[in-house]
Nanobody, 128 residues
Framework: QVQLVESGGGLVQAGGSLRLSCTAS????????????MGWFRQAPGKEREFVAA????????YYGDSVKGRFAISIDNAKNTMYLQMSSLKPEDTAIYYC?????????????????WGKGTQVTVSS
């Protein structure tokens, strides 16, 4: 089992930045598997959960949803067993609960049903 805890959410003005963290316990990212992937999703009120970004642990390849390309950056610190989402140039439409997730095998996916472990989420609110 892998337990995930997100942190770093909050209230920020449009144009500002935030860094979200997702710390794993129970297993290290490196022990999950060479084809494991870690991702961030978000869900705004009344909307479906949306893919934000993902990273392959073994190769560090990164993938982004169209709405965040060029503004968000995903990364992993294996020594800390922590994944990050650096968010810049934030817009009011980025307001949502942000969730981190781990997929045990199969590599990257933008489908939330493909992920096996989920955190409880952290709220990000961007004011105009």
């Amino acid at each position: 089992q892998v337990q995930l805890v997100e942190s770093g959410g909050g209230l920020v003005q449009a144009g500002g930045s935030l860094r979200l963290s997702c710390t794993a316990s129970g297993r290290t990212f490196s022990s999950i598997g060479s084809s494991a992937a870690m991702g961030w999703f978000r869900q705004a009120p009344g909307k479906e959960r949306e893919f934000v970004a993902a990273i392959r642990w073994s190769s560090a390849f990164t993938y982004y949803g169209d709405s965040v390309k060029g503004r968000f950056a995903i990364s992993i610190d294996n020594a800390k067993n922590t994944m990050y989402l650096q968010m810049s140039s934030l817009k009011p439409e980025d307001t949502a609960i942000y969730y981190c997730a781990v997929r045990r095998s199969g590599g990257y996916s933008d489908n939330d049903a493909a992920y096996d472990y989920w955190g409880k989420g952290t709220q990000v609110t961007v004011s105009s």
